[in-house]
């Protein structure tokens, strides 16, 4: 039988429990919005728009939340490029584990399109792996959404240079898209694939 007392004391744990996890879960909505806003900065302005009060002037927030949650400019531009390196790796894995080999890499040319079609983020991506390539200690999320990319080109060959060859040419076409006045198709992405790629079926 539970007493008065200790009755209160486990009603008083659970209310902790929910206050922290309240807590917890508007603190990960305020850094994830901070960090799209970061992009969104980016996107607009170049990775040296970036500031503590542009970003939480573009996510709705005071100032004082950007300063919160990143230690510096540093902070932010980090979070961002870890953000989307991770994101697009997870899509890239997703895509690795689909059952058909054919349809995985349609998928991937249809991904393709739609990316270069409402291009603003991978803008903002191609500034912050610039400003990887300049900082060895941020390479960390880069090598992950490498990895993932050798991993979907190992579905169709063993070849290590054809898989390299792959993980350096998926960035490049993007980039390419960007600068042509008329992005490819989603059969024109696939084609590519399929030339990079030619064991697949």
């Given at each position: 039988m539970v007493t008065r007392p200790g009755l209160y004391r486990l009603l008083g744990e659970t209310l902790n429990e929910v206050t922290t996890d309240g807590r917890r879960s508007k603190g990960e909505?305020?850094?994830?919005?901070l960090i799209e806003a970061t992009l969104r900065v980016i996107e607009r302005d170049?990775?040296?728009?970036?500031?503590?009060?542009?970003?939480?002037?573009e996510a709705g927030l005071p100032t004082?939340?950007?300063?919160?949650?990143?230690?510096?400019?540093?902070?932010?531009?980090?979070?961002?490029l870890t953000t989307c390196m991770d994101d697009d790796a997870e899509k890239m894995r997703q895509l690795t584990v689909a059952a058909d080999d054919s349809d995985s890499l349609h998928a991937l040319a249809r991904l393709m399109a739609e990316i270069v079609a409402t291009p603003g983020r991978l803008l903002a991506e191609?500034?912050?792996?610039?400003?990887?390539?300049?900082?060895p200690d941020l390479r960390g999320p880069t090598d992950r959404w490498k990895g993932a990319l050798a991993d979907f080109a190992r579905?169709?060959?063993a070849?290590?240079?054809?898989i390299q060859l792959f993980t350096n040419a998926y960035d490049g076409l993007l980039l390419?898209?960007?600068?042509?006045?008329?992005p490819p198709t989603v059969d024109e992405?696939?084609?590519?694939?399929?030339?990079?790629?030619?064991?697949?079926?």
């Amino acid at each position: 039988m539970v007493t008065r007392p200790g009755l209160y004391r486990l009603l008083g744990e659970t209310l902790n429990e929910v206050t922290t996890d309240g807590r917890r879960s508007k603190g990960e909505r305020r850094r994830r919005a901070l960090i799209e806003a970061t992009l969104r900065v980016i996107e607009r302005d170049g990775a040296s728009g970036v500031t503590h009060r542009a970003v939480a002037r573009e996510a709705g927030l005071p100032t004082t939340a950007a300063t919160y949650y990143f230690d510096g400019v540093d902070g932010l531009l980090t979070a961002a490029l870890t953000t989307c390196m991770d994101d697009d790796a997870e899509k890239m894995r997703q895509l690795t584990v689909a059952a058909d080999d054919s349809d995985s890499l349609h998928a991937l040319a249809r991904l393709m399109a739609e990316i270069v079609a409402t291009p603003g983020r991978l803008l903002a991506e191609f500034e912050l792996c610039l400003l990887a390539s300049r900082r060895p200690d941020l390479r960390g999320p880069t090598d992950r959404w490498k990895g993932a990319l050798a991993d979907f080109a190992r579905r169709y060959t063993a070849d290590p240079v054809r898989i390299q060859l792959f993980t350096n040419a998926y960035d490049g076409l993007l980039l390419h898209a960007l600068l042509a006045d008329q992005p490819p198709t989603v059969d024109e992405f696939e084609a590519m694939l399929r030339e990079l790629l030619p064991d697949a079926r």
